[in-house]
C-alpha cells in the first residue's frame, strides 16, 4: 500500500517549456487535490476533484490544468511554464462521505523554472 | 476566504520542555481540522484530526483542542525530545478543501 504517490521528484524547466506532474493513490479515494508551496507559505489549492469525472478551480488556478484521468489518477499540466510556478508542489487525496475526511499527502514535486 | 494564522512562527525549546503550538482561523463553518508535521525537504504527514463536533484528539504525546466558535486551535506536544524538530501546520477544512496556515518551525535542542 504506497498511498499516495508522485512523478518526477525533480524537474527543472526553462521558460516556456510544458509538463505534466503526475499522482495515483491506491486507498480508492473519491477526492483527490494539487496544492502548492512556496517558501515561508502554507500549501495553496490549485486544483481539486470532488470525484472521478469531477474537477474545480483552487485559490491559484492560473497557468495550471488539471486531468483526473481515473479514480486513481490525477494529473497537473504547466501549458508553459513560468519562473513564478517555482514551487514544491503536493497531491493530496481524501474520502468524502457525509463528512470530509483526512487528507494524505504524497512526497511531492520540487519544479524550478528557469 | 479562509485566513489561518498560526504563532509563534518558529520556537526553540530544551529537550523535555511541552509545546504549545497556537492556530487561529478566520471562517469557524469548518468540518473539521488537521495538524501535520513537515520535515525539512518533505512531504506532510498528518497527525491528528479534530471534527468540529469534538473539543480534543489526542494520540500519544499529542493533544490538539478545538474552539470551533472562537476560531482556534491548540496543539500540545508532552515531553519534547529532539526527533520533534519540524514544521507543524494546521489546517482547517470547509467546503471539503483545507486551508493552511504558514506554519511553526520547532527546534528541540537537546
Not at chain 1, 509538463?19 to 473519491?30: G, P
Not at chain 1, 495550471?64 to 513564478?84: D, G, I, M, Q, T
Not at chain 1, 483526512?102 to 512526497?107: D, L, S
Not at chain 2, 478545538?66 to 519540524?86: F, V
Request: net charge neutral; hydrophobic share 30%; aromatic share 10%.
Amino acid at each position: 500500500n504506497a498511498g499516495v504517490t508522485q512523478t518526477p521528484k525533480f524537474q527543472v524547466l526553462k521558460t516556456g517549456q510544458s509538463m505534466t506532474l503526475q499522482c495515483a493513490q491506491d486507498m480508492n479515494h473519491n477526492s483527490m487535490y494539487w496544492y502548492r508551496q512556496d517558501p515561508g507559505m502554507g500549501l495553496r489549492l490549485i486544483y481539486y476533484s470532488a470525484s472521478e469525472g469531477t474537477t474545480d478551480k483552487g485559490e491559484v488556478p492560473n497557468g495550471y490544468n488539471v486531468s483526473r484521468l481515473n479514480k486513481r489518477e490525477f494529473s497537473l499540466r504547466l501549458e508553459s511554464a513560468a519562473p513564478s510556478q517555482t514551487s514544491v508542489y503536493f497531491c493530496a487525496s481524501s474520502e468524502l462521505g457525509a463528512l470530509p475526511y483526512e487528507q494524505y499527502f504524497g512526497p511531492g514535486t520540487r519544479l524550478t523554472v528557469t | 476566504k479562509q485566513e489561518v494564522t498560526q504563532i509563534p512562527a518558529a520556537l526553540s525549546v530544551p529537550e523535555g520542555e511541552n509545546l504549545v503550538l497556537n492556530c487561529s482561523f478566520t471562517d469557524s463553518a469548518i468540518y473539521n481540522l488537521q495538524w501535520f508535521r513537515q520535515d525539512p525537504g518533505k512531504g506532510l504527514t498528518s497527525l491528528l484530526l479534530i471534527q468540529s463536533s469534538q473539543r480534543e484528539q489526542t494520540s500519544g504525546r499529542l493533544n490538539a483542542s478545538l474552539d470551533k466558535s472562537s476560531g482556534r486551535s491548540t496543539l500540545y506536544i508532552a515531553a519534547s525530545q529532539p526527533g520533534d524538530s519540524a514544521t507543524y501546520l494546521c489546517a482547517p477544512n470547509d467546503d471539503y478543501k483545507l486551508s493552511f496556515g504558514a506554519g511553526t518551525t520547532v527546534t528541540v535542542r537537546a
